[in-house]
């Protein structure tokens, strides 16, 4: 049997619709999945600025200075918190997606989803604790 | 309870029309009716030129998939009384191309079912002197979720990226490949996996996750392809640190 059916092509009239381009304002999923795609441009921002500050940290405490007051415009301070609120919602939805990718299985059972996303969030926690911890111990 | 509900269906006669139009019919209410008891009434007693496929009427056989309201259903399973007032939509599977009213051309899929090789492929075939494959009950659990896919496609026709990327090999066909992965009679796990990480396999995914919502069966095809690119990320992974370790 050859891979494609020769049938189909000779069919008098296939009708086939056209996805409208409003397609992903028909569920709430969708639109959350396409707001998904379209916010990852803040993470990549985020990402940007967080190499920024590492390039300022080594050229010497001047230049960091100088990278400090360019974040406290408003401009910055604006722009920067958008971005954290799309990071937060890339987190999460992140997060919920991790029972999905991962099968765990203990004593022949599966690990049920919530177990699972509670430990991402648990060990998001405490890292974040831990970095806090370090920063603002002094 | 109303005496009666109207079902707004498409008709498409190719010899008539053009293109598909909304038809409606009024069919007497029973709260134990589904859908496709409303259109078997209609095909029995108003139009007997109306096209649609079923066959089990109990969830199993998975031809009677349609658009209902605008959702994928197996209208054997959509109770009309969870539709009132109506009037109830039906429509066939989007994404796919119209035969005739109902009926849509699904050879798209099963060219693409045939290409991840849902069967069990061994490296070699033990003689049948030897008996059969054993399996205990845990090996079996590992995929019987994914083996529960009943070819039905509504999760081919909820998923976006399939109707805006024709080529996707899309949702039931990766669970299914999955579900011979698992399978701990089968060795042809990484023969899969290279026709599954070509430009039209796993990375086409995006996770938008309806598939999974959308599925009878509860087999989340969803989950499934998130595994799958777990482990093709491990493999290519492998296989930068272990160039020589790896065929």
């Not at chain 1, 954290?84 to 599966?110: E, Q, S, Y």
Request: hydrophobic share 45%.
């Amino acid at each position: 049997m050859s891979a494609e059916a020769h049938y189909t092509p000779y069919h008098p009239k296939w009708y086939r619709r056209r996805v409208s381009v409003w397609w992903w304002l028909q569920k709430g999923s969708y639109t959350t999945f396409v707001l998904r795609e379209l916010t990852s441009v803040f993470v990549a921002f985020f990402a940007l600025v967080f190499l920024w500050q590492l390039r300022a940290l080594v050229q010497g405490p001047e230049a960091y200075a100088h990278f400090l007051v360019r974040l406290k415009t408003p401009l910055f301070l604006t722009v920067n918190s958008v971005a954290l609120l799309f990071v937060l919602f890339h987190a999460i939805t992140w997060f919920n997606l991790a029972p999905k990718a991962m099968v765990v299985r203990l004593r022949g059972r599966r690990v049920p989803d919530w177990i699972i996303a509670g430990l991402n969030y648990l060990a998001w926690l405490f890292l974040s604790g831990a970095v806090a911890w370090i920063l603002l111990r002094g | 309870m109303p005496p009666t509900v109207t079902l707004a269906v498409t008709r498409y006669r190719p010899e008539q029309e053009s293109e598909p139009a909304l038809q409606n019919y009024e069919v007497p209410f029973r709260k134990d009716w589904v859908v496709l008891d409303a259109l078997n009434y209609i095909k029995d007693r108003r139009d007997g030129s109306l096209s649609f496929r079923w066959s089990c009427r109990m969830g199993v056989c998975g031809s009677c998939g349609m658009m209902v309201n605008g959702s994928p259903k197996l209208t054997c399973a959509a109770f009309l009384s969870d539709y009132l007032p109506g009037p109830i939509r039906v429509e066939p599977l989007q994404y796919f191309p119209i035969v005739r009213d109902l009926v849509v051309d699904i050879t798209d899929f099963m060219r693409k079912l045939k290409q991840v090789k849902p069967w069990i492929l061994r490296k070699e075939e033990k003689p049948l002197a030897e008996g059969e494959y054993l399996q205990t009950p845990d090996q079996l659990d590992t995929y019987k979720q994914f083996s529960m896919c009943i070819n039905c496609l509504l999760c081919y026709s909820a998923c976006p990226v399939y109707g805006l990327e024709p080529s996707f090999i899309g949702p039931a066909a990766i669970a299914l490949a999955q579900r011979y992965n698992l399978d701990s009679r089968d060795e042809a796990a990484p023969e899969r996996l290279e026709i599954l990480s070509e430009h039209d396999g796993i990375w086409q995914c995006t996770f938008v996750g309806e598939c999974t919502k959308v599925c009878p069966k509860n087999v989340d095809p969803a989950g499934a392809i998130q595994q799958y690119k777990l482990t093709g990320a491990a493999h290519w992974f492998k296989s930068l640190l272990l160039p020589w370790g790896m065929k």
